[in-house]
């Protein structure tokens, strides 16, 4: 109970500062000044990160490896069977996903483009989100893009999408009446408890979170974000979600991909 | 079956002491937890960890709770000998996970 | 827990239950490890043999992102030779609910006495690491580690 109020007790200073707020940088972070959430944390966790025997995220990887190229089912055909060596064919798109899929005339994710691929053209069942299997196909695809720069594709018909994002991601929500861009563009380098506030940029996706002690998808963090400032979450696949991450692809331009990035 | 990477030099001089890195996928689930319903998470976590060499024990490990998801572990060996480093993960139900990375001593 | 079928959000009970954020799945805990039950749980490894500071170094970080992942290093000066080596290490905490973290067995054919993990620190805490010699000697280091709680409850 000490905790709860503990925790009432700094979200209200938090919002209080908030609005205290007067030289408060309300521009998007200028591509100089970019930086990943990697260069906030403790040289131990950076440490963690670094080394591919000791990030839990690559267990994930190993795991997404096995399913890209096992059958889903006894008629059906592996991911490799299409797509062959992900290692050279899957590199460079987690960089640019968010995309605009034709087929729906809507922009997709690439959790979402692994559920279609698996209903449309594998016959499988689909994988519930947050699952263990959509979050290792995703992160082995994603793993792929490592080192690579965000690049958020020239294409007009993402248009919509990314200011659609840009106008969720600058909107005061939820009962604390915060808006991401009151931390993340407005107060990002600063300390918010025991941690630094990160720019909040999607370049580590999916990441192993040490506070979920397990790998986890963006729009897990952004809903766990929204629950934050007591904010009613946007469901797992909703445009909404899909929209604030072709955004922050767009706000990371440049940054290195990571995943699967380890994080607080 | 767990997902499991392990971390040995493929080849190393007689008498070089190597480091080895094991990591695991599992819970470790305390047994402290309650879910959302207010019911109690039965603990199950691995236990004991064993890194043998040519079929000795070299290194062996007792864990607790305390010990964190997806465990970790570091330690040395002296690359004796060619052969074979087994690697035994033992959990609450005496259920167990081997792997085995080979090791070339010149 | 975590709904893996993709409901819009928290209904009004799990909010509630989940607004503690961590301290839900911790509610009902039972009675930490106080100084008596680590002192307990180090008589245990020890006997009544007499525990002296150095030799072994115990490496944490002193302020932690978080407690559910903290990152530990041990290292035992030894020779580690037949005669003279490190035969186990333990860990021991203040005021998770149990006192052990972990105990390591080691040997002449380790070359070298070190070891390291990542363990979980309920609160703010002593840790203490202690080295049992081949000679039926022990030496122990300890760090205070302060553990910081995540800035915004989760509950998803």
């Excluded at chain 1, 309300?26 to 990943?36: C, N």
Aim: glycine fraction near 8%.
């Amino acid at each position: 109970m000490n905790l709860l109020r503990h925790r009432i007790g700094l979200a209200v200073a938090c919002a209080i500062s908030a609005f205290g707020m007067l030289a408060a940088r309300s521009a998007e972070i200028s591509a100089s000044e970019r930086r990943s959430g990697f260069e906030d944390m403790s040289r131990e966790t950076q440490a963690m990160q670094s080394d591919d025997s000791a990030n839990p995220g690559m267990l994930w990887v190993l795991e997404g490896e096995a399913l890209w190229n096992a059958k889903p089912g006894a008629d059906s055909h592996a991911c490799a069977d299409c797509h062959g060596d992900a290692r050279v064919r899957m590199k460079g798109v987690a960089a640019r996903y968010p995309v605009f899929d034709e087929a729906n005339a809507r922009p997709i994710d690439l959790e979402q483009r692994i559920q279609q691929c698996r209903r449309d053209r594998q016959q499988a069942r689909p994988l519930a989100w947050e699952s263990a299997e959509l979050l290792a196909l995703t992160a082995y695809v994603a793993h792929q893009s490592r080192g690579m720069p965000v690049e958020a594709p020239p294409d007009r018909r993402m248009q919509p999408a990314r200011e659609r994002g840009r106008e969720l991601f600058t909107r005061r929500e939820g009962q604390l009446n915060l808006s991401c861009g009151a931390c993340h563009d407005d107060n990002w380098g600063k300390r918010l408890a025991g941690n630094v506030v990160p720019q909040g940029h999607p370049n580590g996706y999916p990441l192993y979170r040490l506070e979920w002690q397990s790998l986890g998808s963006l729009q897990r963090r952004l809903r766990n974000c929204m629950v934050g400032v007591r904010a009613e979450p946007y469901a797992y696949g909703s445009p909404e979600l899909v929209a604030l991450e072709a955004y922050l692809m767009l706000r990371a331009g440049g940054l290195k991909l990571e995943s699967p990035a380890v994080r607080p | 079956m767990a997902r499991a990477l392990i971390n040995v030099p493929a080849k190393a001089k007689r008498g070089d002491i190597v480091e080895v890195k094991a990591l695991i996928a599992h819970p470790m689930e305390t047994g402290y937890r309650h879910d959302i319903k207010g019911e109690s998470i039965p603990r199950d976590i691995i236990k004991s960890f064993v890194c043998s060499y040519n079929g000795e024990d070299v290194f062996r490990a007792e864990l607790f709770p305390a010990v964190a998801a997806n465990p970790f572990i570091a330690f040395n060996v002296i690359a004796s000998e060619n052969g074979v480093l087994t690697f035994s993960w033992t959990d609450d139900h005496d259920q167990i996970e081997v792997r085995t990375a080979p090791i070339t001593v010149e | 827990m975590q709904d893996a079928s993709g409901r819009s959000g928290p209904n009004r009970r799990e909010l509630i239950v989940s607004g503690a954020g961590r301290a839900s799945l911790f509610v009902t805990r039972p009675a930490c490890a106080t100084d008596e039950t680590m002192r307990a749980a180090i008589r245990d490894f020890v006997g009544e043999a007499q525990v002296r500071s150095g030799r072994i170094k115990l490496d944490l970080p002193p302020l932690v992102e978080n407690g559910n992942a903290v990152p530990l290093a041990i290292t035992v000066e030894s020779p580690m030779t037949a005669e003279y080596h490190v035969k186990a290490i333990a860990v021991f905490n203040q005021k998770n609910p149990q006192p052990n973290v972990a105990i390591f067995h080691l040997g002449p054919r380790s070359g070298r006495a070190a070891v390291s993990t990542r363990i979980r620190l309920a609160d703010s805490q002593t840790v203490t690491a202690i080295a049992q010699m081949s000679d039926g000697s022990f030496w122990s280091d300890s760090v205070d580690v302060v553990v910081t709680l995540a800035a915004c409850v989760e509950g998803l």
